[in-house]
């Protein structure tokens, strides 16, 4: 594993060898490298204001990495981030929620008929490739500006990565799993929580994450247009008034928002996958 | 099509998925048409399929729709080719180069992971509502999938064929187009297909936003209006574009890079 790893990264240099004599700063080049690249960035951001002077035109619209921290810091202290941060989230719980309980079943369902499959593949992959935007002016005539239309948009978005997710999954099951547990008697609900839904797990969990991108996505665009209160809102009224470090402020609450689910489906993940090495020890 | 299938044996099972997903999608605008028979019809809530049709055939004669998708086309086309060269030069060179890559990694990640779409009221306020605000969004949007496919193409180069190309004689000019460019491209491809998508999102949220003209203002505005067959009509353009473009470059790869089907 970590023999395949050093030939992978060592593809790019075909000048550089890599001395395997000190393997401590091999392994910690990526991470220095990393860090060093996001300081240098931070550090030449901020102190640009300082070196080139801004004109007054182009100030309206700078901020520095301080000011935003400043601001975000301030919005946690006076309490005024949570009101709409939990507009924000619930709506985007609410939407992704739905979306996992419509699109695992789904999910399974087309996985499992290939004539299901082909009925459904053209409203599928229309769907799909049509970016959701354009369903937001219909989405906010048919449930108005409230939570509903919110939830709507975050569905859509969420939906097809799970289930399309879930299809590669169901579909990827081994033959001779379905065939004994069959042989045995089984239906196809035991069929489909025996082996089917367990061993589809780690494309339905890569598929979450990639929902939870777009629901994040889905909150944000539906609260720029068409929705009265949320971060989304705060963060379109501050660009109006050129409160930039507000809008940063927000862009990166909205980043942390969709790190931290993206770090609880891993966690997820793990438990639920615990079975597997177990099993391949097993055998 | 339904004097051709009758001579053929085994027509209906070659073509059977095709068949039945034109049978559902004939069967979802019947019931959509036949479901107003039964329920009253509130042309300021919802359309019917033959209405959305008349609408979308008054759009087209009179232009209105093309002039409006020729207005949404220009920035797509300035900010998807921007995004594919640049991103296709800068992922070549974080793959290519390891501690190019390493610095910037973490810092393309991020980008990636935060809503770039929240930046929009932003470039629009600061580059206006025309052409320049439009293509920097979709820019932005669309970059991320060509930076990232083309790192990863690099970093999918057997090293094996090089060294083979290498020692068999041959020139460098050999290197980039037996070894390199066959090896990447599809990355490359299969990364654009995903931009595309993105850079749609870019153009409807430009003009959602601030536009006096483009498809994404037409659809915006003729819900303003409740005019809800040209809505659709307009929904439904859109809907085949998305479809053709991605669609389309798919049928690309299969056909250019047979090798890689199947991943």
């Known amino acids: 594993m970590t023999e395949t790893r050093a030939i992978e990264t060592d593809i790019?240099?075909?000048?550089?060898?890599?001395?395997?004599?000190?393997?401590?700063?091999?392994?910690?080049?990526?991470?220095?490298?990393?860090?060093?690249?996001?300081?240098?960035?931070?550090?030449?951001?901020?102190?640009?204001?300082?070196?080139?002077?801004?004109?007054?035109?182009?100030?309206?619209?700078?901020?520095?990495?301080?000011?935003?921290?400043?601001?975000?810091?301030?919005?946690?202290?006076?309490?005024?981030?949570?009101?709409?941060?939990?507009?924000?989230?619930?709506?985007?719980?609410?939407?992704?929620?739905?979306?996992?309980?419509?699109?695992?079943?789904?999910?399974?369902?087309?996985?499992?008929?290939?004539?299901?499959?082909?009925?459904?593949?053209?409203?599928?992959?229309?769907?799909?490739?049509t970016p959701r935007l354009v369903f937001l002016p219909l989405i906010m005539l048919w449930f108005g500006l409230g939570l509903w239309a919110k939830v709507i948009v975050v569905f859509i978005g969420a939906l097809f990565p799970i289930l399309i997710n879930t299809y590669e999954g169901v579909r990827n099951a081994d033959k001779t799993l379905i065939n004994v547990v069959r042989s045995f008697g089984a239906n196809e609900w035991d069929v489909a929580r025996l082996v089917v839904v367990p061993n589809a797990m780690p494309y339905i969990v890569a598929g979450l994450r990639l929902a939870i991108g777009r629901a994040v996505l889905g909150v944000v665009v539906a609260e720029f247009f068409g929705s009265e209160s949320g971060l989304g809102v705060m963060m379109v009224q501050a660009a109006g008034q050129y409160h930039v470090d507000k809008v940063f402020a927000g862009l990166i609450v909205f980043a942390g928002l969709s790190l931290i689910m993206t770090a609880a489906v891993q966690v997820l993940e793990n438990r639920l996958t615990l079975w597997r090495p177990q099993r391949a020890g097993g055998e | 099509?339904?004097?051709?299938?009758?001579?053929?044996?085994?027509?209906?099972?070659?073509?059977?998925?095709?068949?039945?997903?034109?049978?559902?999608?004939?069967?979802?605008?019947?019931?959509?048409?036949?479901?107003?028979?039964?329920?009253?019809?509130?042309?300021?809530?919802?359309?019917?399929?033959?209405?959305?049709?008349?609408?979308?055939?008054?759009?087209?004669?009179?232009?209105?729709?093309?002039?409006?998708?020729?207005?949404?086309?220009?920035?797509?086309?300035?900010?998807?080719?921007?995004?594919?060269?640049?991103g296709v030069a800068l992922g070549i060179v974080m793959g290519w180069r390891p501690r190019v890559g390493y610095t910037l990694d973490p810092i393309m990640i991020m980008f990636y992971a935060s809503p770039l779409v929240a930046l929009a009221p932003l470039v629009i306020v600061f580059f206006g509502v025309g052409v320049s605000g439009k293509t920097i969004i979709i820019f932005l949007l669309s970059i991320f999938p060509f930076i990232f496919n083309a790192q990863a193409g690099v970093h999918a180069v057997d090293r094996l064929l090089i060294n083979v190309v290498r020692s068999l004689g041959g020139s460098e000019r050999d290197l980039y187009l037996k070894v390199i460019v066959p090896s990447v491209l599809p990355y490359i491809v299969a990364g654009a297909r995903i931009a595309v998508g993105r850079g749609l999102i870019g153009v409807l949220v430009g003009e959602f936003f601030a536009a006096s003209e483009g498809i994404g203002y037409a659809i915006a505005r003729f819900g303003d209006l409740f005019a809800l067959d040209k809505m659709f009509a307009c929904i439904l353009c859109i809907m085949i574009i998305a479809v053709a473009l991605t669609e389309g470059i798919r049928l690309a790869e299969r056909v250019a890079f047979p090798w890689r089907v199947g991943q």
């Open chain 2, 1 to 86: 099509m339904s004097d051709q299938a009758a001579p053929h044996q085994g027509f209906a099972s070659r073509y059977r998925n095709v068949l039945l997903g034109l049978l559902a999608v004939a069967i979802f605008f019947a019931a959509w048409q036949a479901v107003f028979l039964f329920v009253p019809f509130n042309p300021l809530f919802i359309s019917k399929p033959t209405l959305i049709l008349q609408a979308l055939v008054s759009l087209l004669v009179s232009g209105d729709l093309l002039h409006d998708l020729a207005i949404s086309a220009v920035p797509f086309v300035y900010g998807f080719s921007s995004a594919a060269v640049v």
């Open chain 1, 12 to 129: 790019g240099g075909p000048l550089e060898s890599a001395a395997p004599a000190d393997g401590l700063w091999h392994r910690l080049e990526s991470t220095i490298f990393g860090a060093g690249g996001i300081v240098v960035l931070l550090a030449v951001w901020e102190a640009l204001p300082r070196i080139v002077t801004l004109s007054a035109g182009t100030k309206l619209f700078f901020t520095t990495p301080s000011q935003i921290a400043e601001t975000l810091w301030q919005m946690f202290a006076t309490g005024s981030i949570w009101v709409p941060l939990s507009v924000s989230a619930s709506g985007f719980a609410l939407g992704l929620g739905l979306a996992v309980v419509a699109g695992l079943p789904l999910g399974v369902l087309i996985g499992r008929s290939p004539t299901l499959n082909a009925m459904l593949d053209p409203f599928i992959t229309a769907f799909n490739a």
